[in-house]
């Protein structure tokens, strides 16, 4: 079968379009022909060898596709061959077939086309999980998205809206900025100019900081954005895209009360799968009442979906963007 494939760990500029064998369900699994597959930024990180789960070479990357159940594995029930579905599997997902464990898979509304498909379920999984199970996020209550212009910030926007906080988004440009607002952003902030985030945030909520904080960045904008935080707030650790992990101060935790939550969205899945299921039912029922629209970046084929990589990569990326296969 036609993948993009990683043939030994170092940069994806080492990937390469080429063939792989098609993969067999085993017990539990299901093959799904995938018809389109979204990025993620693990994507990046897992060719790299700096992601702390990964394939073994030669394989294909992809987290999350949509396409149609083509055979089941031993034991699997619930499921039919022809059913059309949304996986995240974490890896394999830029190939024309996928192997995904069952629990991990979840049928699509009708409407549903397969490019919106192949965008929800990670993004919004995450942002379920992290904004009502872990962060308890509350109406009225100010929420800052970190990373706020890229598929999974747009996302933590829209859910922030949806459960009726004040949402306070913070990207590098006025253009990606702009996307924020269109996705329902209350408030503005241009981290690469002005005063520092901190101040920024401050200034925004009469003082007090924000209640939670979505972060997916980490870096240095991690220790400006705990320094803004609302006593008894709660920081959401999602992801480093910033590349670096940031050592967040133990004192300031203490003094004021902050909860600093970690959110594995992976980890939550594979040993919560019903209460997972019952979270993605609730999102696709966002998503029909029109809460919830992915922002799709752009659209790259198999022949070309290195170049997407590149561009996440390279921080040229907004929204979600997918590579169409079937």
Sequence with gaps: MKAIVCSKIGSIDDLTVGDLPKPSPGPGEVLVQVKAAALNFPDVLMPEGKYQYAGEPPFAPGMEAAGIVAELGPGVSGVSVGDRVAVHPWVGCFAEYVVSPVDW????????????????????????????????????????VLGASGGTGLAAIEG????????????????KLAVCKGRGADILINYAEGPELRHQVKEATGGQGADVIFDSVGGDFS?????????????????????????????????????????????????????????????????????????????????????????????????KLIIEIG
Excluded at 125 to 137: K, N, P, Q, Y
């Design 105 to 144: 898979l979840f049928r699509l509304p009708d409407e549903m086309d397969w490019k919106t498909a192949a965008a929800f379920c990670l993004t919004y999984g995450t942002i379920r999980h992290a904004l009502v199970d872990r962060g308890e996020l509350k109406a009225g209550e100010s929420l800052l």
């Design 160 to 175: 922030g809206k949806a459960l009726g906080a004040t949402v306070i988004a913070a990207a590098s440009s006025a253009e």
């Design 223 to 319: 220790q400006q954005a705990i320094r803004s935080i609302n006593w008894g707030g709660r920081m959401l650790v999602i992801g480093f895209a910033a590349g670096s992990i940031a050592q967040l101060p133990a004192n300031h935790i203490l003094i004021k009360q902050i909860e600093l939550v970690g959110v594995a969205y992976q980890g939550f899945s594979r040993r919560m799968p019903d209460k997972s299921r019952a979270n993605m039912a609730e999102m696709f029922d966002w998503w029909q009442q029109g809460k919830l629209h992915p922002h799709i970046g752009g659209i790259y084929s198999l022949d070309t979906g290195i170049d997407a990589l590149k561009a996440m990569r390279d921080r040229k990326a907004e929204g």
